[in-house]
């Protein structure tokens, strides 16, 4: 089983408010967790590799912050919400990406905000 696999499974554990909100505003409509879902699992399908490094974390009471790098390589068509699937390029590419959540009192995931580097994503894949 892939990461990514994994990680959708997990959208699906305890950990997550089944009222959680799930949102990446710079993808135009994804709002909820069978959109979040989604999104993602046709994201991975196109970069199978992708895998995320946690550059930098921080806490603050409920709220955590994370700064991250996302690299894969595009071996299948890239969709993209707002716009046609880009075909497949072999490249690779790698972006900065930063991700926000609210955890309740019970530890879940109450909130999950994501945005990406969209514009260096989308010349890596066109250039």
Partial sequence: ?????????QAQRPWFKT???FTTPLLAGVMGLDAHRKTNQQFWKSMPDFQFK????????DFV?????????????????????????????EFGLAGFFRV????????ERYYHDRMALLQQLNS
Avoid: C, F
Avoid at 104 to 111: C, F, T, V, Y
């Fill in 1 to 9: 089983m892939k990461w990514h696999d994994k990680l959708s499974r």
């Fill in 65 to 93: 912050a994370t700064e991250l790098v996302g690299a894969g390589t595009s071996t299948g068509p890239t969709e993209l919400p707002g716009r046609d699937p880009i075909p497949p390029t072999g490249r690779r590419v």
């Fill in 19 to 21: 009222t959680s909100r």
């Fill in 104 to 111: 309740d009192s019970d530890g879940l995931i109450a909130e």
């Fill in 54 to 61: 946690v550059v930098n974390i921080a806490a603050n009471g």
